[in-house]
């Protein structure tokens, strides 16, 4: 019988594989934009001299004045939706955690926006939200009649529109992270807040709120992820319009990097548009420690 | 004995099986791929095709992609290098990256080898399809669809007396296909928002599409007719003072008049399938759209036959149309190069081209557009005749997707949602375009 692999050779072994992927998909395209960043590269003209251009392109975004448009296009669209995310989601996880009549089918037809496809809920939305037809203006104008109103071409409602769609869909993923949270609060804090005659509002701010308070951040985190990158949804619902109201840094970047082929310049956004979310992302995980060591 | 049967059986079947194999490289070889966008023409195309398989054996295979994503399909194809398309039915504006990063192949030679002259073509589809650099004689595609933007009209609607008597009533001439923008306005505000057998309708459909190519498409028809140009016509690349001028600025200003007064509402991202949609649904009274669906609505069971009309563009200092339309090339990076030429050769035939023309396609063949009797062929040929004498086209140059995207943002944050003057959504524009110009190494910095 030769003698078999080393218990080193086998944690190579299994995780040399993993680590491979990781550095071909994830660490030398982020080295290689990195590069490029610095370069007046441009992949739809393989042929041409490529020259360092140093810092050129980061200058160039960071004083596009378009470029700070789509930032506070994103923002508004990142602070609103995750805000009512958060309101919604949190109402109904506390509802949902309620026992009641037909609770699972509730539970299932809450979840129903989030397993669609974002590009497949942009389209049906820009459909409701038709004018002449749309079931969205129809609803509206049966309960009040504002008369006639286009919520994808007008440059006020337009960024409102992404957020409601975006709300409409991702609420649920919320409520079941919250609903998670309300689910590990040990039910005896409440038990122990009852003997002591605590009121219902007493009882959700020093029990359920800073028990979910982890999960809220947690939820934060991942859409906050999630609706920086934000491209399908959107790029169906408006395309970045009217005019360039509802261009997101996404759209924008899409734009810059595969319509108009400026690879160094998209470069140098793309690894901004990093930093920024990885910046955001440390600052939230930092708090999200605080807030568990309390 | 068996062993016998075993070996023979297997000797049969490997030689079976060898010979499929050949077969079916054969085949292989013997098939080519177009590539176009998925509209009616195509569909015409794919039937006028049946003639050239039938006459030399080569099986068709065609590669068709919507209009919103043909142009980011089909450039990422070339850019790639792909051999997905062995002839490509490519946009006028490509021609020039395609010609100077090598994407189509050079047919000069094989033009002259087989005499088949440039000549014999519409002069206006030559320079709009084939030629790069512009004013040389580097052909690089054979023109295949004529195409420019136009309008159709509710005939049925312009013909009603008790119309007729109020737009005569109000603006003192009979309500009759536009002859200047101006009255073209007019005729949209008279319709706008008006019952007509107890519908809501709506003036006019116009392009006002954000992503793509859209906007650009209709906006350049108000400014051509008021005089703009892209660039000095003694400098090339001088814009200063001609995509900004006052010509440009009462053109741009004018189609957001147009947007304002005279659209459906929601008609905030509109092209092609959209402005099609209206029309053909009944929502407006004049629809913008290529002549290339124009034989599609002359046979629209709604609004087909006598309900509609066709004219061209109107006119504002000058008369000009914007060009649509596409030549056919033979793509560098595919193996069956030759066979693709083959197709070409057969394709520029004038017996094929008035089959073409037959079909619904709209051939450029001289043999075709000046035989006696065409003008009346269709209820749209006058149009098309008229309107390919006034094209006018947008840049051609290898940056021209970094162009056009400039020119869709400015226009629409203008036209659509509102913003600023048309003077400072151009001199933004001259800004962009001088910035690409300059990375190019066309303007000096």
Redesign the interface.
């Known amino acids: 019988m030769g003698q078999g692999l080393s218990d080193r050779a086998l944690a190579w072994l299994f995780v040399g594989p993993t680590i491979l992927l990781l550095l071909a998909f994830n660490i030398f395209p982020l080295i290689w934009t990195l590069w490029l960043s610095f370069t007046?590269f441009r992949?739809?003209?393989?042929?041409a001299d490529v020259l360092w251009v140093g810092l050129g392109n980061y200058s160039r975004v960071l004083n596009d004045e378009?470029i700070w448009e789509n930032m506070r296009a994103t923002a508004h669209f990142l602070s609103c939706s995750i805000t009512l995310q958060l309101l919604l989601g949190f109402g109904l996880a506390l509802m949902l955690n309620r026992r009641f009549r037909s609770h699972s089918f509730w539970s299932t037809a809450i979840l129903l926006p989030m397993m669609l496809a974002p590009a497949v809920v942009g389209t049906f939305w820009k459909y409701f939200?038709?004018?002449?037809y749309g079931i969205f203006n129809y609803i509206v104008n049966f309960f009040g009649s504002p008369g006639?109103f286009?919520m994808?071409?007008d440059?006020k409602l337009s960024p409102w529109a992404i957020v409601l769609v975006d709300t409409w869909m991702w609420t649920p993923y919320v409520m079941l992270l919250l609903l998670a949270g309300l689910r590990s609060i040990p039910p005896y804090l409440y038990e122990a807040a009852e003997i002591d005659r605590a009121s219902e509002w007493t009882k959700f701010w020093r029990i359920t709120l800073p028990m979910v308070m982890p999960f809220i951040i947690l939820a934060v985190l991942f859409r906050l992820i999630e609706n920086f990158k934000m491209f399908d949804l959107v790029d169906q619902l408006?395309?970045?319009?009217?005019?360039?109201?509802t261009e997101l840094a996404s759209i924008k970047l899409k734009?810059e990097a595969?319509?108009?082929?400026?690879t160094g310049y998209s470069s140098a956004l793309a690894i901004i548009l990093f930093v920024a979310i990885y910046g955001l992302s440390l600052v939230t995980v930092r708090f999200l420690d605080r807030v568990k060591q309390r | 004995m068996k062993w016998l049967n075993t070996r023979s059986t297997f000797a049969a079947a490997m030689l079976a099986a060898l010979g499929l194999a050949s077969g079916a490289a054969q085949a292989q070889n013997k098939q080519l791929t177009l590539c176009w966008a998925a509209w009616d023409p195509a569909n015409a195309l794919v039937e006028l095709s049946k003639d050239f398989t039938a006459q030399t054996g080569v099986q068709m295979k065609y590669e068709f992609v919507p209009w919103p994503n043909f142009a980011q399909r089909m450039l990422n194809e070339l850019n790639s290098k792909g051999k997905l398309c062995d002839l490509l039915i490519g946009d006028s504006q490509w021609i020039g990256s395609a010609a100077a990063e090598g994407h189509y192949i050079k047919l000069n030679e094989f033009f002259d080898k087989n005499s088949i002259k440039m000549s014999d073509f519409m002069p206006a589809t030559v320079e709009g399809y084939s030629t790069w650099p512009k004013g040389t004689q580097n052909y690089w595609a054979l023109p295949a669809m004529g195409d420019a933007v136009a309008f159709t009209y509710r005939k049925d609607w312009f013909a009603r007396p008790d119309l007729q008597a109020e737009f005569k009533a109000k603006y003192n001439r009979e309500l009759a296909p536009p002859k200047t923008w101006d009255e073209l306005k007019q005729i949209g505000q008279f319709f706008q928002n008006r019952t007509l057998d107890g519908k809501k309708v709506y003036g006019a459909a116009i392009y006002t599409e954000r992503g793509s190519e859209g906007i650009t498409m209709g906006v350049t028809n108000t400014m051509y007719a008021y005089g703009m140009e892209y660039q000095n016509p003694k400098k090339p690349y001088d814009m200063k003072g001609f995509i900004n001028g006052p010509e440009a600025v009462a053109g741009l200003k004018f189609y957001k008049e147009l947007f304002d007064c005279c659209t459906p509402p929601g008609h905030s991202n509109a092209y092609m399938t959209e402005d099609l949609d209206s029309y053909k649904s009944g929502q407006v009274a004049m629809q913008m759209n290529f002549i290339a669906f124009f034989p599609g609505i002359a046979k629209d069971p709604n609004v087909g036959g006598e309900k509609t009309g066709f004219f061209t563009m109107p006119k504002g200092k000058i008369a000009a149309a914007q060009l649509g339309g596409q030549g056919i090339s033979v793509v560098k990076y595919s193996d069956k190069k030759d066979l693709a030429l083959e197709y070409i050769k057969w394709f520029a035939q004038p017996s094929v081209q008035q089959k073409w023309w037959d079909a619904g396609g709209f051939s450029c063949h001289n043999a075709v557009l000046s035989k006696p009797g065409f003008e009346k062929s269709t209820s749209y040929a006058p149009v098309f005749l008229d309107s390919m004498k006034i094209v006018k086209d947008f840049w051609q140059e290898p940056s021209y997707a970094q162009l056009l995207l400039a020119m869709q943002k400015r226009t629409h944050d203008y036209v659509v949602a509102g913003k600023g003057t048309p003077q400072e959504a151009l001199d933004g524009l001259l800004k962009d375009w001088t910035e690409v110009f300059k990375e190019d190494g066309k303007i000096k910095p």
């Open positions: 007046n992949a739809n003209r393989p042929g378009a939200f038709e004018p002449q006639t286009t994808l071409g440059t408006t395309n970045g319009g009217p005019g360039s109201v734009r595969f319509e108009k082929w400026r």
